[in-house]
């Protein structure tokens, strides 16, 4: 069974930085050739829709940021020991970015923005930024 467990969320001040991690256990995307195996960073605020917020392709590593996101966040993925970890760094964070942000991994994901293209969710970390 795979899972994923995110971490590195914190409470910051507006400006400031924070790196999220989410490590997916139970599935080895680098052994089978899918192109579109992708992994994701959603974020749901109190009160509003779960939103993308970046999503990597694990094989070619195609990104995709949502445009309140461009230019301050980076996503990364990194795999070792059969385990992928993707990162999410967040600069130059506002306070409108406090949220229970979200890893999400697919295995055939078409539009990386939508949510139901993947099938396995963690349990979320909160970022909270101050202003």
């Known amino acids: 069974e795979v899972q994923l467990v995110e971490s590195g969320g914190d409470q910051v001040q507006a400006g400031g930085s924070l790196r999220l991690s989410c490590a997916a256990d139970?599935?080895?995307?680098?052994?089978?050739?899918?192109?579109?195996?992708?992994m994701a960073w959603f974020r749901q605020a109190p009160g509003k829709e779960r939103e993308a917020v970046a999503a990597?392709?694990?094989?070619?590593?195609?990104?995709?940021?949502s445009d309140s996101v461009k230019e301050r966040f980076a996503i990364s993925r990194h795999n070792a020991n059969a385990k992928n970890t993707v990162y999410l760094q967040m600069n130059s964070l506002k306070p409108e970015d406090t949220a229970m942000y979200y890893c999400?991994?697919?295995?055939?994901?078409?539009?990386?923005?939508?949510?139901?293209?993947?099938?396995?969710w963690g349990r979320g970390t909160q970022v909270t930024v101050s202003s």
């Open positions: 999400a991994a697919g295995v055939y994901v078409a539009d990386p923005s939508v949510g139901s293209e993947y099938s396995y």
């Open positions: 139970g599935y080895d995307y680098s052994a089978h050739t899918y192109s579109n195996n992708c």
């Open positions: 990597i392709y694990l094989g070619p590593g195609n990104t995709y940021y």
